[in-house]
């Protein structure tokens, strides 16, 4: 058995496979596919449950990470779906091209990000499944197919957020736009209150803002603010206060007292997108695990509310957390993306490795997001039950239709998939 030991990144989730392929053709994955009775796609393995387990044969795409065409034309570039954000970045900016938005860290393959509704943060931006135009999918009897968003048939925007249910995406085309500069700042200490009121003025102030806290207190200890700058412009001063909270005067890590060494530039400096938006420098390789991670999406009216529902379990939450993040997001049209129809709020925790201590806490944090219908992040940690994770998606019984019939013997099927979409 290859591929890291069989584990997922964070090292909490041993998988079932029997055996690991990794071909380096599509045509060696139709064949793979054709002649496996269960079969899963393995991204970068950074999915913290068990999204990605197969108790048959595990494909792993690290060896189809090549840039196929950049489409000058169209504004779109195609990439094998096993290529991590931050190997097309260079490749893009280099051609004077940028993708939208990153998530936080750039080590993640275009495949798994797109099949989970990976997202970073910005009031304008939405999910980084929202930039893919076309994807190339090979389904369970090992024929290829291409769906696009301008296809009539609305497949397309069931098929994008797959979960990697529908069969192996192969190839991916995703819009891109004109690379572009951007500058980051930090402010520490930003009062809960300020949301009361200020909410959308503070989540607008940047291209990209994030909140971090720790809940030892009703404060965010930053707010990382990440600007786009004008064609070749400096960054400009940024105001010393903003709502309360102080301009950091040092670099700083998310997580209190983290040394910041790994962490993209901060201080207004200007760069290139792809090395501001992470919050992580690509060439630091992240060591494995020693976190869990849990997210929630709640409608973005209700964020105030559900952040001061939050702030209640702090005494409860802060000594199981590294750090807490609030990160807004565009509405989309993809089924099973949380932020179908509506703009988001996703409230994040990055766990210390106690899952002891966090599976206790999930349930009682979800009862607090009841109210406001948080939907769980597919690939990281949530006790919620399937029931209602399932009312949260209007969508769901397409999708289920969807999965039917791309792979009506239920070869890309795995235990997450039968007991999340398909189970009652
Ligand atoms: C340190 C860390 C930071 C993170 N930061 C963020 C963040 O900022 N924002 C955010 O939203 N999430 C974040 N995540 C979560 C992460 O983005 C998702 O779990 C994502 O799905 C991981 O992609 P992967 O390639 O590792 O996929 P895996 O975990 O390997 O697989 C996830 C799912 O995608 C499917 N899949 C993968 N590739 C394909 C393919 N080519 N065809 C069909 N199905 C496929 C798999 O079968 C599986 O169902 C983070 C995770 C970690 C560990």
Not at 31 to 59: M, Q
Not at 76 to 100: D, K, M, P, Q
Not at 172 to 189: C, G, W
Not at 386 to 399: T, W
Request: aromatic share 10%; charged share 20%.
């Amino acid at each position: 058995m290859t591929v890291e030991n069989n584990r997922n990144w964070a090292g909490n989730f041993k998988y079932n496979a029997s055996e690991v392929h990794a071909p380096e053709t599509v045509e060696q994955v139709q064949a793979l596919v054709a002649s496996s009775k269960r079969i899963k796609v393995l991204g970068t393995r950074h999915s913290f449950n068990s999204i990605a387990d197969t108790n048959g044969c595990h494909l792993s795409l690290q060896k189809l990470n090549r840039v196929v065409e950049l489409d000058r034309t169209n504004n779109r570039v195609t990439v094998e779906a096993g290529i991590r954000y931050g190997e097309l970045c260079h490749y893009l900016h280099s051609n004077g091209y940028a993708l939208h938005n990153l998530a936080s860290l750039p080590h993640i393959s275009v495949g798994g990000a797109v099949a989970t509704a990976t997202h970073g943060s910005g009031d304008l931006n939405g999910n980084l499944a929202t930039a893919v135009y076309s994807l190339e999918v090979v389904k369970a009897d090992g024929e290829t197919i291409v769906l696009a968003r301008d296809q009539a048939d609305g497949v397309f925007a069931g098929a994008v957020v797959g979960l990697g249910g529908l069969g192996v995406v192969t190839t991916i085309t995703l819009d891109v736009v004109p690379s572009f500069n951007m500058s980051q700042v930090i402010y520490e200490n930003l009062p809960l209150a300020q949301l009361e009121n200020h909410f959308d003025a503070i989540f607008s102030s940047a291209y990209s803002v994030s909140l971090f806290t720790d809940w030892k207190s009703p404060s965010f200890n930053q707010l990382w603010m990440k600007m786009k700058l004008p064609d070749a412009a400096a960054a400009t001063l940024a105001e010393p206060e903003f709502y309360g909270a102080k301009l950091a005067k040092s670099h700083l890590h998310p997580v209190p007292g983290a040394s910041p060494v790994n962490c993209s530039e901060q201080m207004g400096i200007a760069g290139p997108w792809y090395e501001r938006l992470p919050h992580f420098r690509m060439d630091f390789t992240p060591s494995a695990g020693e976190e869990l991670q849990s997210e929630y999406f709640v409608p973005r009216k209700d964020a105030y509310l559900a952040l001061c529902a939050i702030n209640r379990l702090r005494d409860q939450i802060s000594p199981y957390l590294h750090v807490s993040e609030i990160r807004t997001i565009a509405a989309d049209s993809l089924w099973l993306s949380p932020c179908y129809k509506g703009e988001m709020v996703a409230i994040h925790f990055t766990w210390k490795d106690n899952w002891e201590a966090v599976q206790q806490l999930l349930p009682i944090i979800e009862e607090q997001l009841k109210p406001f219908h948080a939907r769980p992040h597919w690939g990281k940690l949530f006790t919620m039950s399937p029931a209602e994770l399932q009312s949260h998606y209007e969508k769901l019984p397409d999708f289920q239709q969807l999965l039917r019939s791309y792979d009506p013997e239920g070869k890309f099927r795995n235990d997450y998939i039968t007991k999340y979409i398909l189970g009652t």
